[in-house]
């Protein structure tokens, strides 16, 4: 089966080393993806995403907004 996605949120721990998104970006699954393709790949700070209180979930929905938002985001990826 195939697994795609038109966007893809990355969530980093905000103190982990550049290194570990550099790996991420670098990689060749990654690349693969529609939403690679299109450079709508966002890296965005894990702890809200990982916490179960409003505010998280506020700081989550506000993430989701500002990328989705913020541009065109191409949604043809015929991954469905």
Do not use: C, H, M
């Not at 089966?1 to 038109?6: L, Q």
């Not at 990355?10 to 990689?27: C, K, T, V, Y």
């Not at 702890?47 to 993430?63: I, T």
């Amino acid at each position: 089966p195939t697994v795609d996605a038109d966007v893809i949120f990355a969530l980093f721990d905000p103190r982990s080393p550049e290194s570990e998104r550099a790996a991420f970006r670098a990689s060749p699954l990654l690349a693969q993806t529609f939403a690679a393709r299109k450079g709508q790949v966002f890296e965005v700070n894990s702890d809200p995403w990982y916490g179960a209180s409003v505010l998280s979930l506020n700081l989550v929905l506000d993430d989701i907004e500002r990328t989705l938002l913020a541009g065109s985001i191409d949604t043809s990826g015929d991954f469905r």
